[in-house]
C-alpha cells in the first residue's frame, strides 16, 4: 500500500511538471480562467480562449457569429478538449481588407459571451 501510494505521488509530481505546474485543484485552477487573448496583424485576427470544463458551456458557433458579424471571414475555428480544459481558437480575415476589424469591439463582444 504504501509503495503504491509513493508511486501515485511521484506520478502526481510527473505529471505537474510536464503540464508546466497546470495541475491544480479544480477551484484554485478555475480562478484563473477564462483566459482570452486576440492578436491581430493588418487585416487577420487570431483569438484564442481557454476555459474550465466546470465553468458556463460556450458554443463554438456563437464565437464564430461574433467575427461574421463584425466583418470578418472565419478561416480557420478549433475546439481541443484537454485534461479540464477547453481551447477554443479562431482565426479570422477581414472581409474589405481597407475597412479592417476593430479588435477591441470583438474582444468586448466575446467577454459578454464567456462571462
Known amino acids: ?11 502526481n509530481e510527473m505529471k505537474r511538471r510536464m503540464l508546466g505546474g497546470e495541475v491544480k485543484n479544480r477551484s484554485e485552477g478555475s480562478s484563473l480562467l477564462p483566459k482570452l487573448s486576440i492578436r491581430s ?3 487577420i485576427i487570431e483569438m484564442n480562449l481557454v476555459m474550465d470544463l466546470n465553468m458556463k458551456g460556450v458554443m463554438l458557433h456563437k464565437l464564430v457569429s461574433v467575427f461574421e458579424e463584425e ?11 484537454l485534461n479540464d480544459r477547453t481551447f477554443y481558437t479562431i482565426i479570422a480575415q477581414a472581409i474589405i481588407c481597407r475597412i479592417g476589424i476593430d479588435p477591441s469591439r470583438i474582444e468586448e463582444r466575446l467577454r459578454d459571451i464567456i462571462s
Open 71 to 81: 466583418g470578418a471571414q472565419v478561416m480557420s475555428a478549433n475546439l481541443q478538449n
Open 41 to 43: 496583424l493588418d487585416s
Open 1 to 11: 500500500m504504501i509503495q503504491l501510494k509513493e508511486k501515485v505521488n511521484y506520478l
